[in-house]
């Protein structure tokens, strides 16, 4: 690369000089003080067409052309109304930088992660809010080694944008499909199990995929493990009519009811992009995300990964903790945010990672979510086992869990919430690592957060005495609303 400035091409390097966009970014923080985010937890995400302006993903595509440096970079949609369009805006944008661009079409994100960083991509986006609202859409950029970028590199992405001193490439670059994509990774994840084991069990599984993009590949691969499959909400639909795009214990009755109907071993609901997970067992019984991890974790570390390290966010339930102490382990814990934990996952080479919404990161395949990859590798619990699910749902420790959220029309008030929670009462301890984690004794804690996708406050709670937990809800839940 020879220039900086106007992103039409004039040069032919397609190497990235990154320290020349470092410097930028001391030049633009000491010229113009902080700016507003653009990524949030996950990716950049808004209301398409007011917050999401084809104005602004113009300007971070040309920004991500020049973080990525060099194509081809592989691009997917999931099956929102905006995002074939945003699809090929994408596109466009990059290949007028001069970047080569690949379109793997309607996908899960998991499939494009994959393709990012098994089948020799120089980096990946894929255009999606995942759980978010209908009239949301967003992009998440994946970094060449498969995994999203990194906060730091999220805001070196941020400050190549704010500057607009974009890289200029001699011609056009080139658009194809990549038709190879989705059966490649179905392969790669039939070889991370005893699928021949699993076949032989014939098991019985309800699928809700919410009318959203793992529909096109989770059946497929339950079929291609010798199950039953009875799919609900089957039809990939942007305006996801059924449920919604997020999973969650309160929408998912159909999916509970379905399994208990068929005999089914057991039912999995996934969000609108396909890399998170929520089960039911053989009863119709529902539960979290690091519950089911816990599962998965323990069946690991007694198998193939044992000794192994897990990564897991803060807020994540004590019932971990405890299988990985049983188990002769550790867990290392990080902020919320599925990007904290799998780059924690990459640094350390851990292979499990998980998160209490659903996401579960197998690094084998790749540190990320992966809704299909945890459906796999619980089938492989159930056949090597022999066990129900709801045997093995007894066999976990036990805890009382809550988990709610608050609308809130800003960040001064978030602050002022979080704030007016950790000075409150006398608690054993408090973290602050992301938020306020309060420790009421050492079995009970509540914790009060912003979510880094949505205007809200998030507060989750956990006991070993449901009393001492309702009460202690209740008494934050007045706290926060008094200050709203």
Not at 93 to 113: D, H
Not at 358 to 364: I, T
Request: net charge neutral; charged share 25%.
């Amino acid at each position: 690369m020879t220039g900086l400035g106007d992103p039409r091409p004039s040069c032919k390097s397609r190497q990235p000089n990154l320290s020349i966009y470092r410097l930028i970014a001391i030049e633009i923080k000491m010229q113009a003080g902080a700016r507003p985010r653009l990524f949030g937890t996950n990716g950049v995400r808004g209301i398409y067409g007011s917050e999401l302006t084809h104005d602004l993903l113009i300007d971070l595509c040309y920004a991500l052309g020049a973080y990525f440096g060099k194509g081809p970079v592989v691009v997917g949609y999931d099956g929102r109304r905006s995002s074939p369009v945003l699809s090929r805006l994408v596109r466009a944008t990059l290949n007028s930088a001069g970047l080569e661009t690949a379109n793997a079409g309607l996908l899960p994100t998991p499939c494009l992660q994959y393709a990012t960083k098994r089948l020799g991509y120089g980096g990946g986006i894929m255009i999606t809010a995942s759980h978010n609202p209908p009239q949301y859409n967003g992009i998440k950029p994946t970094a060449p080694d498969g995994v999203e970028i990194s906060r730091e590199d999220e805001l070196l992405v941020e400050d190549i944008y704010n500057s607009k001193k974009f890289i200029r490439i001699d011609g056009t670059g080139r658009d194809y499909i990549d038709e190879k994509v989705v059966n490649r990774y179905i392969d790669a994840v039939l070889g991370l199990v005893d699928a021949d084991m699993i076949r032989q069990h014939k098991f019985t599984v309800a699928m809700d995929t919410g009318n959203g993009v793992q529909a096109v590949v989770a059946p497929l691969v339950a079929k291609k493990l010798g199950c039953k499959v009875i799919v609900i909400n089957g039809a990939p639909d942007g305006e996801f009519p059924a449920r919604g795009p997020e999973p969650t214990p309160e929408n998912l009755g159909v999916l509970s009811k379905a399994a208990r109907s068929a005999g089914a071993d057991f039912g999995v609901a996934y969000d609108g992009d396909g890399d998170r997970s929520i089960f039911c067992d053989d009863n119709g019984s529902i539960y979290m995300g690091d519950k089911t991890g816990a599962l998965l974790v323990k069946h690991l570390l007694a198998g193939k990964h044992r000794g192994s390290e897990v990564v897991c966010p803060i807020n994540t339930s004590m019932i971990l903790s405890k299988v990985v102490e049983q188990a002769g382990s550790s867990v290392i814990y990080t902020k919320v945010g599925s990007v904290e934990v799998s780059r924690e996952m990459v640094n350390r080479k851990c292979v499990m990672g998980l998160e209490e919404n659903g996401g579960f990161m197998y690094g084998p395949l790749n540190e990320v979510r992966d809704g299909v990859m945890a459906t796999a590798l619980l089938l492989d619990m159930l056949a090597s086992s022999n066990k129900s699910f709801s045997h093995h749902i007894a066999e976990l420790p036990q805890t009382f869990q809550h988990k709610s959220k608050f609308k809130c029309p800003s960040s001064e008030i978030v602050n002022k919430v979080v704030k007016a929670c950790i000075d409150h009462g006398s608690p054993k301890r408090v973290e602050t690592m992301d938020g306020a984690k309060i420790w009421i004794d050492d079995e009970t804690w509540i914790m009060v957060r912003p979510s880094g996708t949505e205007p809200l406050i998030r507060m989750y709670g956990e006991s070993n005495d449901f009393s001492l937990l309702d009460s202690k809800v209740a008494e934050y839940r007045r706290l926060i609303q008094s200050k709203m």
